[in-house]
């Protein structure tokens, strides 16, 4: 979903014709991705936060830096952990939260090996030459969600079931919140498709998810768009009501979108340590299956509660759905193709965003 920066990069986040083996974890299409809010002191102070390198430890392990968004895509790294896929690869990892503002330098200062990156941050980084190389798409879809604030809702009488139509219609003129230029994007595919004018929307600009969440409940904004689980626990307050989803929003869809996550590492790193990075992509493989077909184990809520502290387990659990985990993290030229159409009709980046086979691989999965 960058995503943006949900929590930490909306995306952050999440084509083809993958297919996973439970019908409503379905993935057709590329990943998106997704993302929200993030510990910016981390970019400051990387080798605080998660470690400068990977290195051999006396057990024999290597122990590899992450950077993660602090969002439900993270879940894959996460279970991969729980479930000893790591620890069977002779792995350790470390984890460093990362925006969509500091994933790519983190990522080419060494201050970590991989980068669990939304596709928006990704072909930024390919637009700027910088040397990097997708390895797996560890998640699909694009799990946004629109929030108003409950005065706003009260006014208009909007509620979760209002048809996204109606809701669309009802935000012309109002006043929204944006934190990035990707969620404002999306946010305006959203209304145009429902013959809404973004132009007509008074914009304020704000730095980060959990501002636009300040912003509503002081009701200084009307809505705002980010990735779950933000949203969902918003409305969990009684702060809001979250009135559109990627289930409601056909331009959202992954269908038509595309989007997902990403796993994402230097070229220099993939010259000197393939071992190491067919063993990371191996285990988060294995981590998207399992999630596949046991979303609603005790293991993955247990592990998803543990990693988004402060969002309790009914958000948890309606949120982790709203992504389509995949049996397989391989990618495609048409996934890509989806993603980067999607990408480019944002207006999020500079440039028109392009892809080729040099950019991506699946020679690291199994």
């Not at 009914?314 to 989806?338: F, H, I, N, R």
């Amino acid at each position: 979903m960058n995503h943006d920066e949900t929590p930490t990069r909306d995306t952050r986040a999440a084509a083809g014709a993958r297919h996973t083996s439970a019908p409503h974890h379905h993935r057709s299409g590329a990943r998106l991705l997704a993302a929200g809010s993030a510990v910016a002191l981390c970019a400051v102070a990387l080798t605080a936060c998660g470690g400068s390198g990977s290195g051999k430890n006396a057990d024999g392990t290597t122990t590899v830096t992450v950077g993660v968004a602090g969002n439900i895509f993270d879940m894959p790294i996460r279970v991969a952990e729980a479930n000893g896929y790591f620890s069977k690869q002779k792995l350790k990892v470390k984890y460093v939260t990362t925006t969509a503002a500091t994933g790519t330098s983190a990522l080419e200062s060494g201050s970590i090996q991989f980068l669990n990156d939304s596709p928006t941050d990704f072909l930024s980084a390919i637009g700027k030459k910088v040397p990097e190389t997708a390895i797996a798409a560890d998640g699909g879809g694009n799990p946004l969600g629109l929030i108003v604030s409950t005065k706003f809702a009260k006014a208009h009488n909007l509620t979760a079931s209002t048809p996204a139509a109606q809701v669309a219609k009802a935000l012309d003129g109002s006043t929204g919140g944006s934190s990035s230029a990707n969620t404002k994007g999306e946010a305006s595919v959203y209304l145009k498709a429902y013959g809404v004018d973004p132009g007509k929307v008074k914009w304020v600009s704000l730095p980060s998810p959990a501002a636009d969440k300040a912003a509503l409940k002081s009701n200084q904004i009307d809505w705002f768009v980010t990735s779950q689980p933000t949203p969902l626990a918003i409305q969990g307050t009684g702060d809001g009501v979250v009135v559109a989803d990627s289930t409601k929003v056909t331009a959202w869809s992954e269908k038509e979108a595309g989007y997902g996550q990403i796993v994402v590492a230097r070229n220099s790193y993939l010259s000197q340590h393939a071992d190491i990075a067919k063993k990371f992509a191996t285990a988060v493989q294995q981590a998207t299956a399992y999630m596949n077909g046991n979303i609603d184990s005790t293991t993955v809520q247990s592990v998803a509660s543990k990693a988004l502290p402060g969002v309790s387990a009914s958000v948890v659990k309606a949120s982790l759905p709203q992504v389509g985990w995949p049996t397989s993290d391989t990618m495609t030229d048409a996934d890509w193709t989806k993603t980067t159409t999607f990408i480019n009709s944002l207006g999020a980046l500079t440039q028109e965003a392009k892809i080729t086979s040099a950019n991506y691989t699946n020679k690291y999965l199994p």
